[in-house]
């Protein structure tokens, strides 16, 4: 008796998703883990980094008695709940949507996926964000920088929005997850809820022609986090009768900068680990809306109620780290997308692989395998340099990343482990650092 075809399409679909037999972030203990603490943080930086609470660090003493007396009744939880900053929250999503629907942008080909299918993605990142500096600008020329503190205001408020948002969505993708024809992540099909739902089931959302995880990449948390800048710097403006220090520019400069690169550089992240290999889940979810916005704004939100002058010596050393920094990072990544495309203009030096594929051995490259993220490091660490050395909190960011960076470079030696085999042992032979060369 034949197969009946409902059976056939099963055992296809098992064999395109197959089940997750290795857990990652040491498996269920350590994601339930992240998905009911890494909120925390976010609160723990706002109150720990604060003008609300004493300081940078407030002395530990009375940051207890200030939580202690402000969380002890239910009214003092409701007060980090903000019905304005939601409703803004909520505005801002529906404005990036239809920033994505109707500004121009390409239609670009991401790479095949193992189904067989090439997902179609419209680029215009950038123009988004460039339309919003321009009404923003327009905003605080007409009304002045006291009209653009909102958001420094209600930056508690925005975390708990943000924070909602983040574990209501991924509840929802990994419900959506569970529709016929989906194709999932490696990743993400353990069938232990706490895990997939951190990891995320399905490789790529879409709604429509709307790719929801590399849409929610680029816009509504990186563009925000511009903005909130810049209400911190409006707020700092007010406090100084309209001017800003030089390390509140420094910090606008470089942040911005990123992101202007980032979005400018949109299609780049096609070829990523995020978009062509994890599922969107809590994990990129959180990191998205919550995480990235609101914890890489420390410096700029440090800097409104603690202004800090460097003069011109501190502002060219600060410059140079930074200009480094972007210069490692920017030609490597540029030495790594012309030879996947086939070009070598400065004559790398590369070793074959049984797969037919080559590796780099020299340039960048040759010093370490992972180059970039050396240069995005040292930008990382230039960012909190404008803040001074008073505090260490301010420096979490480069901590923070160093843990990320590592983690996924990890991450990237297992799977190029699995795709190269020994080819990938004699290639960590030639190149053995990981991120900074001789010592890392």
């Given at each position: 008796?034949?197969?009946?075809?409902?059976s056939?399409d099963m055992?296809?679909?098992k064999k395109l998703?197959?089940?997750?037999?290795?857990?990652e972030?040491f498996?269920?203990?350590?994601?339930f883990?992240l998905?009911t603490?890494l909120p925390?943080?976010v609160?723990?930086l706002y109150?720990?980094c604060?003008e609300?609470?004493?300081?940078?660090?407030?002395?530990l003493y009375?940051?207890?008695?200030?939580?202690?007396?402000r969380?002890?009744?239910f009214?003092?939880?409701?007060?980090?709940?903000?019905?304005?900053?939601?409703?803004?929250?909520?505005g801002?999503l529906?404005?990036?949507i239809a920033c994505w629907?109707?500004?121009?942008?390409?239609w670009?080909e991401?790479q095949?996926?193992?189904?067989?299918?090439?997902?179609k993605?419209k680029?215009n990142?950038l123009p988004t964000l460039?339309?919003t500096?321009?009404?923003?600008?327009?905003w605080i020329?007409?009304y002045?920088p006291e009209?653009?503190?909102?958001?420094?205001?209600?930056?508690?408020?925005?975390?708990?929005a943000?924070t909602?948002?983040?574990?209501?969505t991924?509840?929802?993708?990994?419900?959506?997850?569970?529709?016929?024809?989906k194709?999932l992540a490696?990743?993400?099909?353990s069938?232990?809820?706490?895990h997939?739902?951190w990891m995320g089931?399905e490789?790529n959302p879409?709604f429509?022609?709307?790719?929801?995880?590399s849409w929610s990449?680029?816009?509504?948390?990186?563009?925000g986090w511009?903005l909130?800048?810049?209400?911190c710097?409006?707020e700092?403006?007010?406090?100084?009768?309209g001017?800003?220090?030089?390390s509140?520019?420094?910090?606008?400069l470089?942040?911005?900068?990123?992101?202007?690169?980032?979005l400018y550089?949109?299609p780049?992240?096609?070829?990523?680990m995020?978009?062509t290999?994890?599922?969107?889940?809590?994990?990129?979810?959180?990191?998205?809306?919550?995480?990235?916005?609101l914890t890489?704004s420390l410096?700029a939100?440090?800097?409104a109620?603690n202004?800090v002058?460097?003069?011109?010596?501190w502002?060219?050393?600060?410059l140079a780290v930074?200009?480094?920094?972007?210069y490692?990072?920017r030609s490597s990544n540029a030495?790594?997308n012309?030879?996947?495309?086939?070009?070598n203009p400065?004559?790398?030096?590369f070793?074959?692989t049984?797969?037919?594929?080559?590796?780099l051995?020299s340039?960048?490259?040759g010093?370490?395998?992972h180059?970039n993220?050396?240069g995005?490091?040292?930008m990382a660490?230039?960012?909190?340099?404008?803040?001074?050395?008073t505090?260490?909190?301010?420096?979490?960011?480069?901590?923070?990343?160093f843990?990320?960076l590592?983690?996924r470079q990890?991450r990237?030696?297992?799977?190029?482990e699995?795709k190269y085999?020994?080819d990938?042992t004699e290639?960590?032979?030639?190149?053995?650092?990981?991120?900074?060369?001789g010592?890392?």
């Open positions: 008796m034949a197969p009946s075809p409902q056939t055992v296809a679909h998703n197959p089940k997750t037999t290795k857990l972030f498996g269920v203990p350590g994601t883990l998905v603490t925390f943080v609160y723990g109150f720990s604060s609300e609470t004493g300081g940078c660090p407030p002395n009375y940051l207890g008695i200030y939580v202690s007396q969380f002890s009744n009214d003092g939880w409701m007060s980090i709940c903000d019905t304005q900053a939601a409703a803004v929250f909520a801002w529906v404005y990036m629907r109707f500004l121009p942008g390409d670009v991401g095949k996926i193992r189904d067989g299918t090439v997902q993605y680029i990142a460039l339309f500096l321009g009404v923003v600008s327009g020329y007409k002045g009209s653009f503190t909102f958001l420094y205001e209600h930056y508690l408020g925005f975390i708990t943000t909602v948002f983040s574990y209501a991924a509840l929802l993708l990994y419900i959506y997850s569970f529709g016929p024809d194709l490696l990743a993400g099909n069938g232990y809820f706490v997939d739902y089931r490789l879409t429509g022609s709307l790719d929801f995880k990449e680029l816009r509504p948390g990186m563009i511009v909130i800048n810049i209400s710097a409006c700092q403006a007010v406090r100084r009768g001017s800003i220090t030089d509140m520019a420094l910090v606008l470089f942040q911005g900068l990123y992101v202007f690169d980032a550089n949109e780049s992240i096609l070829t990523t995020d978009i290999t994890d599922g969107f889940g809590f994990m990129l979810v959180f990191g998205d809306y919550a995480w990235l916005p890489y410096q939100r440090f800097l109620f202004p002058e460097l003069g011109w010596g502002v060219s050393i600060i930074n200009a480094l920094g972007y490692i990072f030495e790594k012309d030879f996947r495309n086939g070009n400065k004559g790398l030096t070793m074959e049984r797969r037919g594929t080559k590796l051995t340039g960048w490259w010093k370490s395998r180059p993220y050396m995005d490091l040292i660490f230039s960012w909190c340099m404008p803040t001074g050395f505090t260490p909190l301010t420096y979490f960011y480069p901590v923070y990343f843990v990320l590592a983690h990890y990237d030696d297992e799977a190029c699995k085999g020994d990938w290639y960590k032979k030639r190149v053995p650092s990981r991120i900074f060369p010592i890392y």
